[in-house]
């Protein structure tokens, strides 16, 4: 079993970060689209690394690492949207999928929200991701499908 842990992303995370992200998943999972020719592109990788990073400093944002097993795995993330309630969101390396990870980091931010006194949680993924989907449902979420989005909500 898959030993899934979160801790507060640090600026001294995003070098490996960024080398995961580029060594293990797409930019269009990690980041938002950048202009310029597909895949990882040393301006996308800056690109990644400065999106990164601004999380990191801008209020109401927190962003967690996702280990596996101790290895970095990939990021998820507690966005403020009112006075009790955030938007979640997350990425897994491939090579860290179909093991439980995510459903595990979902249950892990969960417990953060409610240690901050959050009484909501929401998250957005899409029709053709079943593993998101299934991580967040495993983990409570009422799920409302818009077009190719599906919406979850959880209450704690």
Known sequence: MTTVELRRLTTGDLPALSRIAVADATPDEVMPPVDGPPGWTPARVAAFTDFQHTRLTEPGRRSY??????????????????????????????????????????????????????????????????????????????????????RAAFRL
């Open 65 to 150: 690492l996702i280990t596996a097993d101790g290895e970095p795995a990939g990021v998820i993330r507690l966005d403020d949207t009112g006075p009790h309630t955030a938007e979640t969101g997350y990425w897994i390396a491939r090579s860290h999928r179909r093991k439980g990870v995510a459903t595990a980091a979902v249950a892990l931010i969960l417990t953060e929200a409610r240690t901050l006194g959050l009484t909501g949680v929401t998250a957005e993924t899409t029709l053709d991701n079943p593993g998101s989907r299934a991580a967040l449902a495993r983990n409570g979420a009422d799920c409302t499908v818009d077009g190719p989005g599906v």
